[in-house]
């Protein structure tokens, strides 16, 4: 139970209980954040997503889905979707996809989504801007740990991405993705680098054009 001796310490990883953590979800002061849970600690996400962040999460939100159509690869995306396993672990990632034979897994009318009936999304996706440390520690573990198969991180100061395998809750750095088959990474990387000196129809403009050349 939530004391006034417990100290709700946002955007780091706090020990908390299960019920602890539970109580917050209804607490209007955390009504923006993003809710993290892990090996019996919490993290509650207040930074400020802002420009930046927003800006790069737009672009390869679009790039994925344009890139399934073209490729024709069935696939639905989350954004900012809660994925729960009840008093075990818990994460709202920035973006999350089924794809595949999984396209339909998950029904219209779920609201969390429940680990302990549905299966995990493939593709997850951190949109690092001030969490790139945590988003390549303790998030990959616990994406290791439900059981996607890839695993993005967005470093959005640098202009880089991440992107790892999951296998058998362990990861691998990857350079072409498993789950949207002949994507280059780097092309990703491009349409970010280009998205610094022009503005998004331009980026996505480009990107058609090296999709559907490839």
Not at 40 to 69: C, F, V, W
Not at 206 to 212: E, G, N
Request: glycine share 4%.
């Amino acid at each position: 139970m939530i004391t006034t001796e417990t100290k709700i310490i946002t955007d780091s990883w706090i020990n908390l209980t299960w019920d602890e953590f539970s109580q917050l979800w209804d607490d209007s002061t955390y009504e923006k954040a993003k809710f993290y849970y892990y090996h019996q600690k919490a993290r509650i996400e207040m930074t400020p997503l802002g420009n930046d962040h927003s800006r790069d999460h737009s672009i390869i939100n679009y790039a994925i889905h344009i890139y399934a159509a073209i490729k024709n690869i069935p696939l639905n995306g989350h954004d900012a979707c809660s994925y729960r396993k009840v008093g075990v672990k818990e994460a709202q990632p920035d973006l999350s996809f089924y794809i595949g034979d999984n396209v339909d897994v998950i029904p219209y009318g779920t609201g969390v989504i429940d680990l302990t009936i549905y299966s995990p999304p493939n593709l997850v996706i951190e949109v690092a801007n001030t969490s790139l440390s945590d988003d390549k520690g303790e998030k990959r573990l616990l994406y290791e740990d439900f059981g996607v198969e890839e695993y993005w991180i967005v470093d959005v100061k640098n202009v880089k991405i991440f992107a790892f395998q999951i296998e058998d809750k362990g990861s691998r750095r990857i350079r072409k993705s498993q789950v949207l088959p002949d994507l280059n990474i780097d092309i990703l990387v491009q349409a970010l680098q280009k998205s610094r000196q022009t503005n998004h129809t331009e980026v996505n403009r480009w990107l058609l054009q090296q999709f559907q050349s490839n």
